[in-house]
């Protein structure tokens, strides 16, 4: 029997097709704001919510970041093999630094200029995928969202990562449903960019190649699963080079800090994305009104909304699984299935008149709390994440080229070396540090577990010549979660150090440094400044 050629199933209108139907019969008497305006307004919105926070102090992550990208390119790819990340953001940063310098505010511009990026990126995104309105209330989520808002602030990939995402998925579902190979190229170079910018986005890559063949095989589209199948290996190919560098990461670095996540991390977490602080009003509030809309939407619209909310969902689940095995979950990752996640819930939420009046409700609650925040007394909103640099401003009028940093929490050398004058020496529990602009994690906790105060740490204080200065630095509270590996080592080692200062009459302690410790940063240390002295150090 000859066989019988099967065409793809027919999608039905859009919800972008029927506004256009609505607008040739004249049913719209008041003509819209041009898209430009709104669009431009948003984007000056969410930088209104942003800027006060251009200022602030690098933590640990930020300091890892302009660490490596001040060395020479060519350097970049193989310094990452000491911290687990891949080199694009890196890349950019490098050009950046190059161009504005690497002060806080330069740096941190960058990312601004990203997330704001964001917010036209996801009206593009959900102009293609919806129509016109629901592609404002994608821009307006974009600029209210407490994520973006935090993080385009710090020196860090994650706004370029959200923005890369909803570029990928967006390109992937429009190259099936309207068989466009440039739309596909789009997917292609999307999925590459966002490959070698955070290793979370294997879990969006994969799941998104295999729901497109799902979808495809479901609409019996042949040629689409063929271009699924040759777009998901032209991205594999693409990212071969860096696969070594990968695997090398995997085993040697990892997140040795991360815990096991538990089930309501899984729910949690993901809520405090999307609504920040306020996730227990806003995220309850969201769900219900996208369940409740469902069905008052275009089958066309829900069918496009399910695949990428799905792929988003997807994602988070993918890591959560992979971390039960492996810890690799934190909040800021989950970055990578953002981008997804706001397109469909602005589907949802901005397709009818119900999901509108909640989600002009719960942007409001955003926008106030995001007010308040910023104007309330004594926020210390410049040390929120780190108070390194105020401890570095006030010890550094009493360190010379020469002296010695003892910093007990390995991974703040980084943001030390920043903010505290040049020509100084560092040492950490693993004896001294030959590049202070880069944190060594390979391998840390074992190396962590061999070391010892007296082997790795005297010496370094044993050579110096008396009247030279010691500045210990010390986080602020225990570090890691209660009873895993990571705590116990690290904050032994930290007593360990402590104990050895304590009882070496080589050094006399002369003051400690406490400035931005309230209220307490998210990653705070305090400094001990102590002065080499005559009498041979000691230490047991």
Known sequence: MPEVAVRP??????????????????????????????????????????????????????????????????????????????????????????????????????????SLADVVVAWWCARRLFDAQIARWAALLAATSPFLNWYSTETRMYPLVCGLAMIAVTCSVTALRRHSRRDLAG??????????????????????????????????????????????????????????????????????????????????????????????????????????TWVWRTPADNEVTAVIGGIGLLTLLAGWLVAQVDPTWTSRYLAVALGPLLLALAACL???????RVALAGVVVLVVWSVVGSLLPDSNATYAKSNVAAIAAAARRYLAPGDL?????????????HYLPPGLHYVTPTGPVADPTVVDWRDLVHRLQQAGPCRDVAPAIDALPPGAYVLLVNPYKHLGATGTTWARTVNAQVAAVNRMFANDRGVVDLRVFEQGISPKPYSAVVGSLFMRTAFPATCS
Do not use: C, K
């Not at 984007?43 to 926070?53: H, T």
């Not at 901005?350 to 509108?356: A, N, P, S």
């Open 187 to 292: 997917a292609v170079v999307a999925f590459v960019a966002l490959l070698y910018t955070h290793n979370w986005s294997l879990y969006l890559f994969a799941l998104t190649a295999a729901v497109m063949m799902v979808w495809a095989l479901v609409r019996r589209d042949r040629a689409a699963a063929g271009w699924i199948v040759l777009a998901s290996l032209a991205v594999t190919i693409a990212y071969v080079p860096w696969m070594p560098s990968l695997l090398a990461q995997l085993h040697h670095t990892a997140a040795p800090w991360a815990v096991q996540p538990t089930l309501g991390d899984l729910f949690v977490d993901p809520a405090s994305v999307v609504g920040g602080t306020m996730s227990l009003i806003v995220g309850p509030l969201f769900s219900a009104a996208a369940l409740l």
């Open 9 to 114: 199933r027919p999608l039905p209108a859009t919800g972008a097709q029927q506004a256009r139907h609505r607008d040739a019969a004249g049913t719209r008497r008041i003509p819209p704001l041009p898209t430009a305006v709104v669009v431009g307004a948003l984007v000056v919105l969410a930088a209104l919510l942003r800027l006060p926070n251009l200022g602030r102090a690098y933590w640990v992550d930020e300091g890892i970041s302009v660490g490596i990208a001040s060395h020479h390119l060519s350097q970049i790819p193989g310094l990452l093999r000491h911290d687990g990340s891949p080199p694009l953001f890196y890349v950019l940063l490098h050009f950046w630094v190059r161009v504005f310098g690497g002060a806080q505010v330069s740096t941190h511009l960058l990312s601004l200029l990203i």
């Open 405 to 417: 940093v003892v910093v007990t929490q390995t991974e703040q050398v980084a943001v030390l070396e």
């Open 350 to 356: 901005g397709g009818t008149w119900l999901g509108r």
